[in-house]
Structure formats: structure tokens, C-alpha cells
């Protein structure tokens, strides 16, 4: 793996640099954090930026190397992430331009770009979380479209979505419960789909349960063929798993060095113990930086889909990331439990990950499985 970045390469980062200078005083005010229908507006006004700028399919076509210089020079400045695109442009789209027919990306692809349309993720359901291939929302071909019935749970940003990557099962007979299931692009504004917003932990309502009765989908919406959603899954997941979370990690170690200008400034850089604990999370989140680049290069080389790398560095990093809050708390003291302060909703957010894109769990199988060889539990 060779990420020195080329000529054309550090030309990259200047333009970018100057660009994010000049873009950047012209934003709105952020909306409130708990505002997602406000979110949406701003985040995808940001996107059109970049589409507008050129820099709007960094995620997906641009050299491993330019992609960490986006995410290295969009952080330092301190422009907007992803937000409520995160869907379609870290899940969804990627798949799509991997699995998808011509005319399903022509179709979907360049509003994901523009920041015209937002997606969703239905795969969890009540029954069926980190055992996905538990799912049973059933999809009944007729004709020319699929009739979709059930429930899914912690579908992200249903609530202002256009669009949904659903899980259905399809042929219920299967000698497999990995067989059988069939990916499908189906509009939140079908008839038949009820969303109802679930309340986090922090007040925020990003996650959704979507309740779905005889919704027809058209069949020409199936990413992949009938009964092969599984693999096509496994796409999403890779990407979830190995690159969705790289802008998280620049963020990170911004974090760690905001909190030690602050323990420095309130006195708790005097307590030995918790410069050590800073100095452990700055070694592990450049480790993880070093994994990121490897992973990405690695996705690179194979085709653009991330590999079981991603499992490595998703199982480490929900940690790490848990303890880099757990140490924000031991800094900011009676001030963690303010809820208007970002750092706050985020070490809330932060318990999350853990379960998130798959728990840890399942993570440790796949890394003893795929990387390790070790024989599947029985």
C-alpha cells in the first residue's frame, strides 16, 4: 500500500483548501440537532455544494488517496459531514453503482450526488437485528411489481427519506435463511408505508419504525436478482463496515486534541492518569487512520467494495470510540451532562456503536471466520 500523495494529488488538497475557505462563510447556521427535517435541508444544501463544486462523488470515484484528503481537509475546516445523506451516499449509492444496472444508477445515482433525494435503511426488524437473515418481511411478486408486508426497526432517517433499501423475503421456502431474500429501492411515499419515529436516548428521532402493508414496489427497483438480496447485503455491509465511518475517525482526533487544549485550560491535565488515557487514544485512533488507509486501498484494488478488513477496524473503533467519550466526560466534568453541547449527544450516540452496522459480536465472527480461518460456531 502506497497513499504518498502524487502531484495531481497534493493539487487536490490546495484547490480543496482554497475552495472550502471561500464556500465555508457562505453557509447557513446550523439547525438544532434534534431538527432532522432542518438537517436535511442544510445537509443536502451542502451537498449541492460540493455537486456544484465537482467534489460530490469523492465518496465513490476518486483515488483512495484524494479520498482522505476530502476527509482530512473537509474536517480540519470544519465543514458539515454527510449528515442525513449518510444512507444514499455511504450505503446505497455505492451498492447501487456496484450492483446496479445501468438504468438503476442513471436513475438513482446523480440525485444521491445533488443532494435531491435522501435514503434510508430498512433491514433491522423486531426479531431480526444482528441475526438479519431472521428478516420476514415478505415480498409477493404480481406481475410487474413486488406486494411488500411487515416491519422493520431503526430505519435511519426514515422520517426524511425519499427512498428505502429494504430487506424482503421472497421466497420463504428456501433451505436457507440466507436464500430467499431479495434487495429492493422502494419510495417512502408509496401507499401503504407508515413511519413512526422513535425517540432516542438524546431526544433526537433518526431512527424510525416503518410499517409497511401491501406496499407495491416495482420489480424493476430489485438491485440484483430475485432471491440473491443476501449477497447484494453484504455489499451494503462492507461498505457500512469498512469506509461509511472514515470521516468519524478524522473527527476523532480532532476531538482528542480539542480535549487536551481543554484539560489544560480547566486543570485536569494535571491528573497523570488521564494524560496517559489521551496519549493511549491518540495512538489508537492513528492506528485506526493507518487501517482506514488500508482498508481503502485494499476496496480499491478489488473492485471498490470494501473487504473483511472492515470488520477489524468497525469492532475496534466502536470501542475506541465509546472510551474517547467516556474520556471527554472525565475532562469536561458537570458540563458532559449538558445536553446542548455537541460533545454530550455525541458520547450518547457514541453507546450505539457497539450494536450498530452489526455488534460486535457478529464482528468477532466474521474476523475469526473470514480472516482468522477458524471453524463457524455451532
Not at 314 to 336: F, I, M, N, T, W
Request: with cysteine.
Amino acid at each position: 500500500m502506497d497513499l504518498t500523495g502524487t502531484d495531481e494529488e497534493e493539487e487536490f488538497r490546495a484547490r480543496l483548501r482554497d475552495w472550502l475557505t471561500a464556500a465555508l462563510p457562505g453557509l447557513p447556521p446550523r439547525p438544532d440537532p434534534l431538527d432532522w427535517p432542518a438537517r436535511r435541508a442544510y445537509d443536502c444544501g451542502w451537498q449541492r455544494r460540493l455537486y456544484d463544486a465537482g467534489y460530490a462523488d469523492v465518496h465513490w470515484d476518486a483515488s483512495p488517496t484524494q479520498r482522505l484528503i476530502f476527509l482530512e481537509e473537509t474536517e480540519r475546516a470544519g465543514a458539515p459531514y454527510v449528515g442525513a445523506n449518510f444512507v444514499g451516499l455511504l450505503h446505497a449509492g455505492p451498492t447501487i453503482a456496484a450492483e446496479g444496472t445501468p438504468a438503476q444508477r442513471a436513475r438513482w445515482l446523480p440525485p444521491v450526488l445533488r443532494g435531491d433525494e435522501v435514503w434510508c435503511q430498512g433491514f433491522s426488524e423486531p426479531g431480526a437485528g444482528s441475526d438479519l437473515a431472521a428478516l420476514r418481511t415478505r415480498a409477493v411478486r404480481d406481475g410487474d411489481a413486488y406486494v411488500v408486508t411487515g416491519q422493520k426497526i431503526w430505519t435511519s432517517h426514515a422520517e426524511v427519506a425519499d427512498w428505502c433499501e429494504l430487506l424482503v423475503r421472497t421466497d420463504p421456502e428456501a433451505t436457507s435463511r440466507h436464500r430467499g431474500i431479495t434487495w429492493l429501492a422502494m419510495p417512502m411515499d408509496a401507499p401503504g408505508v407508515t413511519v413512526r419515529p422513535l425517540r432516542t436516548l438524546a431526544g433526537s428521532t433518526e431512527f424510525a419504525e416503518v410499517f409497511l402493508d401491501k406496499v407495491r414496489v416495482p420489480v424493476e427497483n430489485r438491485v440484483g436478482e430475485e432471491n440473491d438480496g443476501w449477497r447484494v447485503t453484504m455489499v451494503t455491509l462492507s461498505f457500512e463496515r469498512g469506509t461509511a465511518f472514515v470521516g468519524e475517525v478524522v473527527a476523532c482526533r480532532r476531538l482528542l486534541g480539542e480535549l487536551a487544549r481543554t484539560a489544560r485550560k480547566n486543570g485536569t491535565w494535571d491528573d497523570a492518569v488521564l494524560r496517559r488515557r489521551l496519549g493511549r487514544l491518540t495512538a489508537e485512533f492513528q492506528a485506526l487512520w493507518r487501517l482506514v488507509q488500508a482498508n481503502v486501498s485494499e476496496a480499491r484494488a478489488t473492485g471498490g467494495v470494501p473487504g473483511a478488513g472492515g470488520s477489524v477496524f468497525k469492532l475496534h473503533y466502536s470501542h475506541a470510540r465509546q472510551e474517547l467519550y467516556e474520556a471527554a466526560a472525565a475532562v469536561l466534568g458537570p458540563d458532559a451532562l449538558d445536553l446542548g453541547r455537541d460533545w454530550t449527544l455525541d458520547r450518547l450516540s457514541s453507546l450505539a456503536y457497539t450494536i450498530a452496522a452489526g455488534t460486535s459480536q457478529i464482528q468477532r465472527n466474521i474476523v475469526a471466520e473470514r480472516i482468522l480461518g477458524l471453524p463457524k460456531g455451532r
